[in-house]
Nanobody, 120 residues
Framework: QVQLAESGGDLVQPGGSLRLSCAAS????????MGWYRQAPGKERELVATISRGGRTDYADSMQGRFTISRDNAKNTVYLQMNSLKPEDTAVYYC??????????????WGQGTLVTVSS
């Protein structure tokens, strides 16, 4: 079965930087658009950024140019570079992707999330 695994979440001070990664694994035929979402305590999950297989990106306005999404198709991995972090960025960050397996069955897949805490 195909799956996603996030890593890189940590405790960081305000103004600091952090890079998250998410790798797809399993019997993968292809990976289409990948994205990052986040969910803060008491709030609904929200879009952070998405990136197509060809590298076209889309960002939520609230990120204000501080975050950069990228991917390595050869590794089936998507990254999120986060700079100038603020306490309000504290959340569980989730990876999402549409993946087609060897049986040519496609499905949206979510990772289990990685916690980012921005605090002094």
């Amino acid at each position: 079965q195909v799956q996603l695994a996030e890593s890189g979440g940590d405790l960081v001070q305000p103004g600091g930087s952090l890079r998250l990664s998410c790798a797809a694994s399993g019997r993968i035929s292809s990976v289409s658009t990948m994205g990052w979402y986040r969910q803060a305590p008491g709030k609904e999950r929200e879009l952070v950024a998405t990136i197509s297989r060809g590298g076209r990106t889309d960002y939520a306005d609230s990120m204000q140019g501080r975050f950069t999404i990228s991917r390595d198709n050869a590794k089936n991995t998507v990254y999120l570079q986060m700079n100038s972090l603020k306490p309000e960025d504290t959340a569980v960050y989730y990876c999402n992707a549409y993946i087609v397996n060897w049986a040519q069955v496609g499905s949206a897949v979510w990772g289990q999330g990685t916690l980012v805490t921005v605090s002094s």
